[in-house]
């Protein structure tokens, strides 16, 4: 355990902590964040009327909305000049959400990260091998910090060239792998293709986040690499990866409740659900500098179980999630909103906006392929015009999404439509299942 | 004389049938082929075709949604025998002219053998080659 200090306190030591901090943090953000004064204004509540943690019922809710309408950084407290770093994640439109660490920020992420790793019994003995891609994505440079706060030996391998991972994991012998799990899955599958035997891998720990995967791929994981697999969950809105991690019971993900104040609502009434029971992860960051949030819809659907756990811990476990409340899918790790494929669609004239999004898993990876109908506009009697068009269409996609996608043109009222609406995505990767 | 032919181009999916469909399509409208060339990916094709009644073709397999252009090719007349496509690509070739494509056929009538030509600029094929080259006319396909 990193911080037993923080990671033993009971539930009533919890929740005195989560108050005193949410009512600085509303405070600091009213303050500080003209958004969220407005926002509080609107609905006319005061920071000092927040009196009792359930008083933050009162407050609004925060979206990705908001990020997009104070691109980029109308959501920060305090001037990006201030600040020791910047991250972004995905928009629901072309635009990135843009978030910001202040130093005391990332030393907080780095032991929540740490804290991470230890729960799953990483400790500073271990080697670690990241897989995660270094830049903007905050898993990357987010899991690096934390696991060198942990003591552990880091190698910063970053993502793709599946050859070169095997390579380094066999020569290297990490104890510890930290990827995506369809990435794990996709370097099980290339470590066996190599007919290397398991006992000859020295992996005994797999941290695995950045996406959703079920129980069955657990199993799966753990078969196929000799380690615990471990799921961990964080979002770049609220921090990164650490915001909860499973402990060595692997029953639910322990929300570090001393910096995040979590809700489970009814997606269409907004109203809690009864204790336990599923719904949306709402979180309130409760030390953050940069960009504190406050009641931020996560859109995940998951359930809190507030007992204690037999590693000792009272803090509260979240289920895996499964599913989400809004279109957004998790392709190869990145979030991608219908929204931004419309967007790429609609720079490209004569396009239009008949498209479907089939995901799939080929080798344990994603493979996305977008059907796009075709039309007069982008149809071409010259095969190599043709050719230019679909580069076109890619690039553009690539430029919005960040990854790369198959596209197929096929005939127009070819792609499924269900009562009218088209169905933008098709999803057959059972990721949730 | 007309020496642009009219040509349609029809976008179908790599699908059973659809070729099937565009053919069913023709023969409703008592259209008949003279000239045919599919160019084809794993996912999709660009059919092409000469017919005697090309703006009726054209209009048919539209009402049926199918993606469809016309466009204009230069039809040449070349020998049926050994050497006679070389011949012509010779004479081609000399005029340094970009082809798109091409693509041929016999006319069992009077054993003419036709080679079609997508040039990227049909107007300057046409005058670099008209008196080196017996080029057709439409009413070729409409007769014949």
């Known amino acids: 355990m990193f911080q037993p200090e923080f990671e033993l306190l009971n539930r009533e030591q919890i929740e005195e902590l989560q108050l005193e901090r949410l009512q600085k943090t509303v405070r600091y953000a009213y303050e500080n964040v003209r958004a969220y004064k407005e926002k509080l204004d609107s609905v006319k509540i005061k920071p000092q009327d927040i009196k009792s943690l359930d008083d933050i019922k009162k407050l609004p809710f925060t979206t990705k909305e908001d990020f997009r309408q104070n691109y980029p950084y109308g959501m920060f407290a305090l001037n990006v000049k201030q600040l020791a770093r910047i991250h972004a994640s995905s928009g629901t439109t072309g635009k990135s959400t843009i978030v910001g660490y202040t130093k005391k920020d990332l030393d907080t992420w780095s032991d929540l990260v740490a804290r991470l790793a230890a729960c799953a019994g990483v400790g500073s003995e271990d080697i670690v091998h990241i897989a995660f891609g270094y830049g903007l994505f905050t898993g990357g440079f987010g899991l690096h910090y934390g696991l060198e706060k942990l003591g552990a030996t880091v190698i910063p391998v970053s993502s793709g060239n599946t050859k070169r991972q095997i390579q380094l994991i066999m020569d290297l012998k990490p104890t510890v792998l930290v990827s995506t799990p369809s990435y794990a899955l996709h370097i099980a599958e290339s470590l066996k293709k190599e007919g290397i035997n398991q006992n000859d891998i020295s992996l005994k720990i797999g941290l695995f986040g950045a996406e959703p995967w079920s129980e069955q791929a657990r199993k799966k994981l753990q078969e196929s690499l000799p380690v615990k697999a471990y799921d961990n969950y964080g979002l770049s809105e609220v921090m990164g990866p650490g915001v909860s991690a499973e402990c060595i019971y692997q029953n639910g993900m322990h929300v570090f409740e001393d910096h995040f104040y979590t809700e489970i609502v009814d997606p269409e009434t907004l109203l809690p659900v009864k204790d336990g029971e599923y719904g949306e992860l709402v979180i309130t960051t409760l030390t953050k500098e940069a960009l504190p ?29 499964i599913g989400r409340s809004d279109d957004m899918m998790i392709i190869r790790g990145v979030n991608v909103f219908p929204t931004q494929i419309e967007e790429a669609l609609f720079n490209i004239e004569g396009v239009g906006n008949a498209y479907q999004i089939v995901l799939e898993r080929e080798e344990a990876l994603d493979k996305a392929t977008l059907f796009v109908e075709v039309n007069e506009n982008i149809f071409f009697d010259e095969m190599k015009q043709q050719r230019l068009m679909l580069e076109k269409i890619k690039h553009e996609l690539k430029t919005i999404l960040g990854i790369e996608l198959e596209v197929k043109l096929v005939e127009p009222y070819s792609l499924e439509r269900s009562v009218g609406k088209a169905q933008r995505v098709i999803d057959k990767r059972g990721i949730y299942k | ?63 049926e949604h199918f993606i469809v252009k016309k466009n204009e090719i230069l039809a040449a007349l070349m020998d049926d025998r050994p050497g006679g496509l070389m011949d012509l690509l010779e004479i081609v070739n000399e005029a340094d002219l970009n082809i798109e494509y091409v693509y041929t056929f016999v006319n069992a009538k009077d054993s003419h053998a036709v080679i079609l030509f997508k040039f990227e600029n049909i107007d300057e094929a046409y005058e670099k080659l008209k008196n080196k080259i017996h080029f057709l006319d439409q009413q070729y396909f409409i007769q014949n």
């Open chain 2, 1 to 63: 004389m007309n020496y642009k032919i009219a040509q349609i181009s029809v976008f179908i999916e790599n699908k059973k049938g659809r070729f099937y469909n565009v053919t069913k399509i023709l023969k409703e409208n008592n259209i008949n082929i003279r000239a045919l060339n599919l160019a084809d990916t794993n996912d999709f094709g660009i059919l092409r075709f000469c017919v005697d009644k090309p703006e009726e073709a054209y209009e048919a397999l539209k009402k």
């Open chain 1, 293 to 321: 949030v406050i009641r931020y819809r996560t859109k995940d659907i998951t359930k809190l179980d507030k007992s204690k756990c037999a590693c000792g811990r009272y803090m509260a476990r979240m289920s895996k999630p």
